[in-house]
């Protein structure tokens, strides 16, 4: 069955400071693997996606994202942080073809810049 | 319509009583998911519709939860005889088809308290 860890329940970096947020899943095949942020009193907007081709995927925002199969990670980055990414990531799998339909999240990483 | 929405924005209700929760998912979209994410936690998934098929039900955490769906429009969430444990956001999100590649488009959610 998939699930995702995201080991880190709260990070507190300075603003224009870089931010690696981490995440391993556990799936038998290739996954669907998804960033998800969630800004207070917001729904959850997509951040960045890996199907499959290049392993560095870039996103919304300035964000960008590596899967390495060999340590079953999807660690989301941002060179440069900025007040306004304070907010809740969240990881997700989702399975292939086959799998089921829905997706499988992290419990969150909350995100605080100071200034 | 833009985006998925959801209504009530917040529910307050009393132990016991029933409550629906309604969902309008992206015009097109076919796949429609409801989640629960209760505070610090992520979300957990409770149901899915794909067009006429039957819904899949594996995550609804017991008898009192249900939901349809009219054909590939609303949905309504109905939770019997709240418990306070129910307390939670409830998210619902759309995608253009089944399968995990798919991006889901979440709406705000709906905030439940039971008092």
């Known amino acids: 069955a998939q699930s995702v860890t995201q080991p880190d329940i709260h990070i507190t970096v300075s603003e224009g400071a870089s931010l690696e947020l981490r995440c391993n899943y556990s799936?038998?095949?290739?996954?669907?693997l998804f960033w998800y942020v969630q800004s207070p009193g917001q729904g959850l907007q997509l951040l960045l996606k890996?199907?499959?081709?290049?392993?560095l995927v870039q996103g919304i925002k300035g964000f960008e994202a590596e899967f390495k199969r060999s340590q079953s990670s999807f660690n989301l980055r941002k060179p440069s942080v900025h007040w306004s990414d304070a907010a809740e990531y969240f990881c997700?799998?989702?399975?292939?073809?086959?799998?089921?339909?829905?997706?499988?999240f992290g419990t969150g990483t909350r995100l605080t810049v100071i200034p | 319509g833009a985006g998925v929405s959801q209504s009530p924005s917040n529910k307050v209700t009393e132990k016991g009583k029933d409550v629906e929760l309604r969902c309008d998912p992206i015009?097109?979209?076919?796949?429609l998911y409801w989640y629960r994410q209760r505070l610090g936690q992520g979300l957990e998934f409770l149901i899915y519709?794909?067009?006429?098929?039957?819904?899949?039900k594996s995550g609804l955490p017991s008898d009192r939860f249900s939901a349809e769906r009219t054909g590939e429009s609303v949905s309504t969430l109905t939770i019997q005889r709240t418990q306070q444990e129910d307390s939670a956001v409830y998210l619902c999100?759309?995608?253009?088809?089944?399968?995990?590649?798919?991006?889901?488009?979440f709406g705000p959610g709906t905030r439940l308290t039971v008092l």
């Open positions: 890996y199907f499959s081709g290049d392993t």
């Open positions: 997700a799998v989702g399975a292939g073809q086959t799998g089921a339909n829905n997706l499988f």
């Open positions: 015009s097109g979209h076919t796949a």
């Open positions: 519709f794909q067009g006429n098929s039957a819904p899949d």
């Open positions: 799936y038998g095949a290739t996954p669907y």
């Open positions: 999100a759309s995608s253009q088809t089944s399968g995990g590649a798919h991006e889901q488009f």
